[in-house]
């Protein structure tokens, strides 16, 4: 059965299209490769993982713009094959400059995320799996993308915040030049409390803990209050999740340790009773008994 000559070209034609839109796929397909063999380089699960972290940032971006830049091209190749809709794709490549302004005028907040995603995939105040502190909440940077960012909160929660909040409002990045951190307990006891005693037996807790990185471990009273005094502890972790449980283990420990030794070291209120003021209570009582 032969095809009629228009039947030929819509043939030839759906033919075109397929090669267009195939090329197209092996090309993001190849960039999806090159993604994966990168990121099995540049694991995060390494205890040193900051190129890693700077790598992944820098490469999640430029992928999602290569992506997004083959499909625009390859919406355009084919509009550019029917002599009808040839403009409409010409216009797709060359009609920068008035849809641009266009664009821009009706989508501002999403072209001023675009240029803070560029921001901050090469100067990285912030990277991928980096821990910030956000909104009043600890987590890790899960996802970056063209408009916003996804923070994996440590109850496993997701934060989303568009990308320029972190261009815009100060944030705290744990983990912005290394991954190692100091962590800090508090401890508010009584004054009566054996600091050298303390000291020492935090040494030994610290010392026997694999979460402790072997940098730094001090104990200090940091300030007096009225009724007690503030004993801070500082131990360096390789992490930030290290670091939180080594705070935890430090806390749990030294309770139990003033529990056991010296109970009568945590903070009390004192009060004291003089003679006078028996006497006086005494006659207020005798005249109250009268009436």
């Known amino acids: 059965m032969e095809l009629t000559k228009t039947e030929g070209q819509r043939f030839d034609k759906a ?3 397929g090669l267009i839109i195939s090329f197209a796929m092996v090309l993001i397909r190849f960039v999806n490769v090159f993604q994966e063999v990168l990121y099995s380089r540049y694991d995060l699960k390494k205890a040193d993982n900051f190129k890693g972290r700077k790598v992944r940032t820098q490469l999640q971006f430029i992928r999602q713009i290569v992506v997004v830049t083959i499909i625009m091209l390859t919406a355009a190749a084919i509009l550019l094959s029917f002599e009808n809709l040839r403009k409409i794709g010409a216009g797709l490549l060359t009609g920068v400059g008035i849809g641009g302004i266009i664009i821009g ?3 501002q907040s999403s072209l001023s ?3 803070a995603g ?3 995939a090469f100067t990285q105040p912030m990277r991928i799996d980096d821990g ?4 009043g909440e600890y987590g890790n940077v899960e996802e970056i993308t063209l408009t916003y960012v ?3 909160i440590w109850d496993q929660r997701r934060l989303v915040l568009p990308i320029r909040y972190f261009i815009e409002k100060p944030f705290q990045n744990w983990t912005r030049t290394t991954t190692e ?3 800090t307990a508090f401890f508010y006891l009584d004054f009566s409390i054996p600091i050298d005693q303390l000291r020492k037996e935090f040494n030994r807790l610290v010392e026997s803990s694999p979460l402790w990185d072997k ?3 001090v104990l200090q009273v940091t300030d007096m209050k009225e009724r007690s005094v503030e004993v801070r502890t500082l131990a360096s972790a390789r992490n930030s999740s290290e670091a939180f449980d080594l705070r935890c283990y430090i806390r749990e420990n030294i309770i139990l340790f003033i529990q056991k030794n010296y109970p009568e070291s945590f903070p009390k209120n004192r009060s004291e009773v003089t003679n006078n003021s028996s006497i006086s209570i005494t006659e207020n009582t005798e005249n109250l008994v009268r009436k």
């Open 113 to 115: 995320n675009l240029l």
């Open 15 to 17: 033919v075109e299209i």
């Open 105 to 107: 005028f009706a989508a």
């Open 181 to 183: 951190l100091l962590g």
């Open 132 to 135: 910030v502190v956000v909104e």
């Open 215 to 217: 940098r730094v471990k």
């Open 150 to 152: 996804v923070v994996k």
């Open 118 to 120: 560029f921001q901050i």
